[in-house]
Protein backbone atom coordinates (compact mmCIF):
# COMPACT_ATOMS: atom_id res chain seq x y z
CA UNK A 1 0.00 0.00 0.00
CA UNK A 2 0.95 3.65 0.07
CA UNK A 3 2.94 5.30 2.80
CA UNK A 4 1.33 8.25 3.94
CA UNK A 5 4.03 10.69 5.03
CA UNK A 6 2.96 13.73 6.99
CA UNK A 7 2.54 16.88 5.52
CA UNK A 8 4.30 20.00 6.59
CA UNK A 9 5.03 22.72 4.41
CA UNK A 10 8.83 22.11 2.43
CA UNK A 11 10.90 25.45 2.12
CA UNK A 12 13.96 25.48 1.17
CA UNK A 13 16.96 28.33 2.45
CA UNK A 14 17.99 28.98 -0.87
CA UNK A 15 21.28 31.03 -0.04
CA UNK A 16 22.31 27.80 2.23
CA UNK A 17 21.52 25.15 -0.76
CA UNK A 18 23.08 27.29 -3.59
CA UNK A 19 26.39 27.83 -0.91
CA UNK A 20 26.43 24.11 -0.03
CA UNK A 21 29.88 22.64 -1.48
CA UNK A 22 28.66 18.78 -0.84
CA UNK A 23 27.94 17.04 -3.99
CA UNK A 24 24.74 15.70 -2.09
CA UNK A 25 22.70 18.12 -2.33
CA UNK A 26 23.68 18.97 -6.13
CA UNK A 27 20.60 17.44 -7.25
CA UNK A 28 18.06 19.18 -4.79
CA UNK A 29 19.89 22.61 -6.18
CA UNK A 30 19.24 21.53 -9.52
CA UNK A 31 15.57 20.92 -9.03
CA UNK A 32 15.39 24.14 -6.91
CA UNK A 33 16.89 26.14 -9.77
CA UNK A 34 14.65 24.78 -12.40
CA UNK A 35 11.70 25.37 -10.02
CA UNK A 36 12.57 29.24 -9.97
CA UNK A 37 12.90 29.34 -13.56
CA UNK A 38 9.55 28.09 -13.52
CA UNK A 39 7.77 30.27 -11.37
CA UNK A 40 9.72 33.30 -12.54
CA UNK A 41 10.86 33.18 -8.92
CA UNK A 42 14.61 35.02 -8.88
CA UNK A 43 14.66 37.34 -5.61
CA UNK A 44 13.50 34.90 -2.95
CA UNK A 45 15.81 33.79 0.21
CA UNK A 46 13.02 30.76 0.31
CA UNK A 47 11.80 28.66 -2.21
CA UNK A 48 8.29 26.32 -1.09
CA UNK A 49 8.44 23.47 -2.78
CA UNK A 50 5.56 20.76 -4.25
CA UNK A 51 4.90 17.54 -1.97
CA UNK A 52 5.36 16.02 -5.32
CA UNK A 53 8.42 17.40 -6.42
CA UNK A 54 9.95 15.93 -3.13
CA UNK A 55 8.61 12.75 -3.59
CA UNK A 56 10.06 12.76 -6.99
CA UNK A 57 13.98 13.75 -5.96
CA UNK A 58 13.63 11.21 -2.83
CA UNK A 59 13.70 8.91 -5.35
CA UNK A 60 16.32 10.32 -7.06
CA UNK A 61 18.26 9.72 -4.10
CA UNK A 62 16.80 6.14 -3.32
CA UNK A 63 15.39 7.43 -0.10
CA UNK A 64 12.14 8.18 1.25
CA UNK A 65 10.35 11.75 1.17
CA UNK A 66 11.02 11.80 5.45
CA UNK A 67 14.47 10.23 4.80
CA UNK A 68 15.60 13.21 2.39
CA UNK A 69 13.65 15.36 4.58
CA UNK A 70 16.07 14.08 7.28
CA UNK A 71 19.41 14.54 4.81
CA UNK A 72 18.02 18.37 3.96
CA UNK A 73 17.54 18.90 7.89
CA UNK A 74 21.35 17.46 8.52
CA UNK A 75 22.35 20.26 5.86
CA UNK A 76 20.66 22.74 7.32
CA UNK A 77 18.86 24.17 4.01
CA UNK A 78 15.35 23.46 5.28
CA UNK A 79 13.33 26.25 6.86
CA UNK A 80 11.25 25.01 9.44
CA UNK A 81 9.19 28.25 9.83
CA UNK A 82 9.34 31.18 6.95
CA UNK A 83 7.58 33.78 8.82
CA UNK A 84 9.91 33.73 12.31
CA UNK A 85 12.74 32.95 9.00
CA UNK A 86 12.03 36.65 8.18
CA UNK A 87 10.89 38.14 11.10
CA UNK A 88 15.34 37.98 12.57
P1 LIG B 1 0.55 25.07 -13.26
O1 LIG B 1 0.87 23.87 -12.45
O2 LIG B 1 -0.52 24.94 -14.31
O3 LIG B 1 0.15 26.23 -12.26
C1 LIG B 1 -0.32 27.46 -12.74
C2 LIG B 1 -0.28 28.47 -11.64
O4 LIG B 1 -1.17 28.05 -10.58
C3 LIG B 1 1.08 28.67 -11.00
O5 LIG B 1 1.80 29.63 -11.75
C4 LIG B 1 0.70 29.17 -9.62
O6 LIG B 1 0.40 30.55 -9.67
C5 LIG B 1 -0.57 28.40 -9.31
N1 LIG B 1 -0.30 27.18 -8.54
C6 LIG B 1 -0.34 25.90 -8.96
N2 LIG B 1 -0.13 25.05 -7.94
C7 LIG B 1 0.08 25.83 -6.85
C8 LIG B 1 0.36 25.55 -5.48
O7 LIG B 1 0.46 24.39 -5.00
N3 LIG B 1 0.54 26.61 -4.69
C9 LIG B 1 0.48 27.89 -5.16
N4 LIG B 1 0.74 28.89 -4.30
N5 LIG B 1 0.18 28.19 -6.41
C10 LIG B 1 -0.01 27.17 -7.24
P2 LIG B 1 3.41 29.66 -11.60
O8 LIG B 1 3.82 29.64 -10.18
O9 LIG B 1 3.86 30.83 -12.42
O10 LIG B 1 3.89 28.33 -12.29
C11 LIG B 1 3.79 28.15 -13.70
C12 LIG B 1 3.96 26.71 -14.07
O11 LIG B 1 5.30 26.29 -13.72
C13 LIG B 1 3.05 25.74 -13.34
O12 LIG B 1 1.84 25.64 -14.02
C14 LIG B 1 3.84 24.46 -13.39
O13 LIG B 1 3.68 23.83 -14.65
C15 LIG B 1 5.26 24.94 -13.26
N6 LIG B 1 5.70 24.95 -11.86
C16 LIG B 1 5.89 26.01 -11.05
N7 LIG B 1 6.33 25.64 -9.85
C17 LIG B 1 6.41 24.31 -9.89
C18 LIG B 1 6.81 23.33 -8.93
O14 LIG B 1 7.14 23.61 -7.77
N8 LIG B 1 6.78 22.04 -9.34
C19 LIG B 1 6.38 21.66 -10.57
N9 LIG B 1 6.35 20.36 -10.87
N10 LIG B 1 6.00 22.56 -11.51
C20 LIG B 1 6.02 23.86 -11.17
P1 LIG C 1 4.82 36.52 1.92
O1 LIG C 1 5.12 36.39 0.46
O2 LIG C 1 4.56 37.88 2.46
O3 LIG C 1 3.58 35.58 2.25
C1 LIG C 1 3.02 35.56 3.55
C2 LIG C 1 2.03 34.43 3.68
O4 LIG C 1 0.97 34.61 2.74
C3 LIG C 1 2.63 33.07 3.35
O5 LIG C 1 3.23 32.52 4.50
C4 LIG C 1 1.39 32.29 2.95
O6 LIG C 1 0.68 31.86 4.08
C5 LIG C 1 0.57 33.35 2.24
N1 LIG C 1 0.87 33.28 0.80
C6 LIG C 1 1.66 34.08 0.06
N2 LIG C 1 1.66 33.72 -1.23
C7 LIG C 1 0.85 32.64 -1.29
C8 LIG C 1 0.44 31.81 -2.36
O7 LIG C 1 0.84 31.98 -3.53
N3 LIG C 1 -0.39 30.79 -2.03
C9 LIG C 1 -0.81 30.57 -0.78
N4 LIG C 1 -1.62 29.55 -0.55
N5 LIG C 1 -0.44 31.33 0.26
C10 LIG C 1 0.36 32.36 -0.01
P2 LIG C 1 4.40 31.47 4.37
O8 LIG C 1 4.07 30.42 3.38
O9 LIG C 1 4.67 31.01 5.77
O10 LIG C 1 5.63 32.27 3.79
C11 LIG C 1 6.28 33.28 4.55
C12 LIG C 1 7.21 34.07 3.67
O11 LIG C 1 8.24 33.19 3.16
C13 LIG C 1 6.56 34.67 2.44
O12 LIG C 1 6.03 35.94 2.78
C14 LIG C 1 7.72 34.82 1.48
O13 LIG C 1 8.47 35.96 1.76
C15 LIG C 1 8.56 33.60 1.81
N6 LIG C 1 8.30 32.48 0.89
C16 LIG C 1 7.73 31.29 1.17
N7 LIG C 1 7.73 30.49 0.11
C17 LIG C 1 8.33 31.20 -0.88
C18 LIG C 1 8.66 30.88 -2.23
O14 LIG C 1 8.41 29.77 -2.76
N8 LIG C 1 9.27 31.85 -2.94
C19 LIG C 1 9.57 33.07 -2.40
N9 LIG C 1 10.17 33.98 -3.19
N10 LIG C 1 9.29 33.39 -1.13
C20 LIG C 1 8.69 32.46 -0.39
P1 LIG D 1 0.45 26.50 -0.83
O1 LIG D 1 0.29 27.48 -1.93
O2 LIG D 1 0.09 26.93 0.55
O3 LIG D 1 -0.43 25.22 -1.23
C1 LIG D 1 -0.65 24.16 -0.30
C2 LIG D 1 -1.23 22.96 -1.02
O4 LIG D 1 -2.50 23.28 -1.61
C3 LIG D 1 -0.35 22.50 -2.18
O5 LIG D 1 0.66 21.63 -1.66
C4 LIG D 1 -1.36 21.78 -3.06
O6 LIG D 1 -1.62 20.49 -2.57
C5 LIG D 1 -2.62 22.63 -2.89
N1 LIG D 1 -2.71 23.66 -3.94
C6 LIG D 1 -2.58 24.99 -3.81
N2 LIG D 1 -2.79 25.61 -4.97
C7 LIG D 1 -3.07 24.65 -5.88
C8 LIG D 1 -3.37 24.66 -7.28
O7 LIG D 1 -3.42 25.71 -7.96
N3 LIG D 1 -3.57 23.46 -7.87
C9 LIG D 1 -3.51 22.29 -7.18
N4 LIG D 1 -3.70 21.14 -7.85
N5 LIG D 1 -3.23 22.24 -5.85
C10 LIG D 1 -3.02 23.41 -5.22
P2 LIG D 1 1.99 21.38 -2.50
O8 LIG D 1 1.65 21.02 -3.90
O9 LIG D 1 2.77 20.37 -1.72
O10 LIG D 1 2.78 22.76 -2.53
C11 LIG D 1 3.44 23.25 -1.38
C12 LIG D 1 3.80 24.70 -1.56
O11 LIG D 1 4.73 24.85 -2.67
C13 LIG D 1 2.65 25.60 -1.93
O12 LIG D 1 1.96 25.96 -0.76
C14 LIG D 1 3.34 26.77 -2.59
O13 LIG D 1 3.93 27.59 -1.61
C15 LIG D 1 4.46 26.09 -3.35
N6 LIG D 1 4.05 25.78 -4.73
C16 LIG D 1 3.71 24.59 -5.22
N7 LIG D 1 3.46 24.65 -6.52
C17 LIG D 1 3.62 25.94 -6.89
C18 LIG D 1 3.51 26.61 -8.14
O14 LIG D 1 3.17 26.07 -9.21
N8 LIG D 1 3.79 27.94 -8.12
C19 LIG D 1 4.13 28.58 -6.98
N9 LIG D 1 4.37 29.89 -7.06
N10 LIG D 1 4.25 27.96 -5.78
C20 LIG D 1 4.00 26.66 -5.74
Do not use: M, W
Request: proline content about 3%; glycine content about 6%.
Amino acid sequence: GVRHEPTSKIVLDLERLYDDASEELAYVARYARAIQQQRGDYNGRVLSIRADDLRALAIVYDASPSGLIERLTEHGVLVADPRAFFAN
